[in-house]
């Protein structure tokens, strides 16, 4: 466990010296109600999700061509984010092949679902969220947690509130220090289609089409209700609990991903079918402290002089376990 000072921020971080707790939770389960493996495979609906926001984000990026800044920014914000971040969700879903059977094809629509975030990540992002699922805690594998320099920076609320307007940069750097992989033929892929569609913007409608999707996206990862998850999912408020899941009404638009603790349980159901699990195994999850507000997790993170960037469950690496 991290040591702590009475009202001083922790100074390490919280270890475990056991396995993570889903493998065996999601074996219990199952031996209980095996009935639960019915809800495992892709979500039919998915495509038509995917396409209908993508198609509706590119509108209003081209819609947005001659507006001025202050409206790009308010609509980017209040509107463009929350599709945005819904993206980023579709793209956690089909990292998980969750759209279709086939991996390739999941990849491809994954790819189409990085166009409006205006930045390439799909394919990479796919590498290392798995990892975050069969090496969940593993020091130097997982790359959700945050690194040393940011839990020894980031000690304050300024510092907190800073860290959280900003964290989709960490999100996105922290795993090229710390774990960089080579990139490959999908990355590529990735890069050049991304990298067409904004230049096809920029030739088109201008900087401000480009601007619009790329404010959408950073604007809704930072201190914006959706990116309440980020923290809410993993970081430690109870010391004998290091998943957390969110009933609130925002899992409409973010593909369930609040049921966090029911998914990292069964990687494989879809978001759409994530409440069942807790419906079908009611006494595996009622026990466990949850949230109803992403906006109150964001501020709790800011204020709790407890709670900062060290409010995470560490394993070393021989712990680590495969699914």
């Known amino acids: 466990m991290a040591e702590e000072a009475e009202g001083v921020i922790a100074t390490d971080f919280f270890w475990s010296y056991t396995d993570e707790p889903h493998a065996s939770r999601r074996r219990q389960i199952i031996s209980l109600y095996p009935q639960i493996k019915e809800l495992f495979g892709p979500d039919p609906w998915a495509f038509a999700k995917i396409t209908a926001v ?11 061509c ?3 800044w202050m409206k790009i920014v308010i609509v980017a914000y209040f509107f463009g984010s929350f599709l945005n971040h819904n993206l980023f969700l579709a793209i956690h879903e089909l990292s998980h092949n969750l759209a279709f059977s086939t991996p390739t094809y999941n990849r491809w629509l994954g790819i189409f679902a990085n166009l409006p975030i205006g930045i390439p990540m799909s394919i990479t992002f796919q590498k290392y969220h798995l990892e975050h699922h069969r090496y969940q805690g593993v020091d130097g594998l997982d790359m959700d947690i945050p690194s040393l320099v940011e839990a020894k920076v980031v000690q304050n609320p300024i510092a907190k509130s800073i860290w959280v307007i900003f964290q989709l940069f960490f999100y996105a ?3 090229l220090f710390l774990n960089p992989k ?3 033929l999908w990355e590529f892929t990735n890069l050049s289609i991304q990298l067409s569609l904004d230049l096809f913007l920029v030739y088109f409608c201008g900087w401000k089409s480009l601007a619009y999707l790329i404010l959408a996206t950073f604007l809704g990862g930072g201190m914006h209700p959706m990116a309440g998850h980020f923290i809410s999912e993993h970081y430690i408020f109870k ?4 998943t957390y899941s969110y009933y609130g009404p925002l899992n ?5 991903v609040g049921y966090h603790n029911e998914h990292h349980d069964f990687p494989r159901i879809p978001g759409s079918k994530l409440h069942k699990v807790k419906q079908i195994a009611p006494e595996f999850y009622e026990s466990f402290s949850s949230y109803k507000s992403w906006s109150q997790v964001i501020y709790m993170y800011i204020m709790d002089r407890m709670v900062g960037p060290y409010s995470r469950m ?3 690496p021989a712990a680590k376990k495969t699914e």
């Open 54 to 64: 993508v198609l509706l984000q590119l509108w209003t990026a081209f819609s947005l």
């Open 66 to 68: 001659d507006s001025s």
């Open 173 to 175: 750097f922290r795993p």
């Open 182 to 184: 080579p990139p490959g």
């Open 239 to 242: 010391p004998d609990q290091e």
């Open 252 to 256: 409409l638009v973010t593909w369930n």
């Open 314 to 316: 560490k394993r070393k």
